[in-house]
Nanobody, 127 residues
Framework: EVQLVESGGGLVQAGGSLRLSCAASGFSFDDYALGWFRQAPGKEREGVSCISASDGSTHYADSVKGRFAASRDIPENTAYLQMNSLKPEDTAVYYC????????????????????WGQGTQVTVSS
């Protein structure tokens, strides 16, 4: 059974940092791309970052580029999202997700191709 469990969210002041974790089970990072998404109240869910299965390359939304860094620990089957220089507009529920796409760059994977989702973790950035 595929399972994704996020942790690490919380309340932080603007300019601060948080590191989200996504503990995965039931599949191999070699076979699945990993995505980080977020949804703010009243807004649609948007892609934040992703990690390609084949080579671990990463892709970022323009809004977080230079501030967020995604990574994966294959032996631990855990993915991370390091978030620095946080802004109030980063406030959202953050989700990790897995897509059974091993050959493409994750940048070309659509949101609806992610088959498995975690429960989400709340990130709140105060001004």
């Amino acid at each position: 059974e595929v399972q994704l469990v996020e942790s690490g969210g919380g309340l932080v002041q603007a300019g601060g940092s948080l590191r989200l974790s996504c503990a995965a089970s039931g599949f191999s990072f070699d076979d699945y791309a990993l995505g980080w998404f977020r949804q703010a109240p009243g807004k649609e869910r948007e892609g934040v970052s992703c990690i390609s299965a084949s080579d671990g390359s990463t892709h970022y939304a323009d809004s977080v580029k230079g501030r967020f860094a995604a990574s994966r620990d294959i032996p631990e089957n855990t993915a991370y999202l390091q978030m620095n220089s946080l802004k109030p507009e980063d406030t959202a529920v953050y989700y990790c997700a897995a897509a059974p796409v091993s050959t493409w760059s994750c940048a070309s994977i659509n949101q609806d191709q992610y088959d498995y989702w975690g429960q989400g973790t709340q990130v709140t950035v105060s001004s």
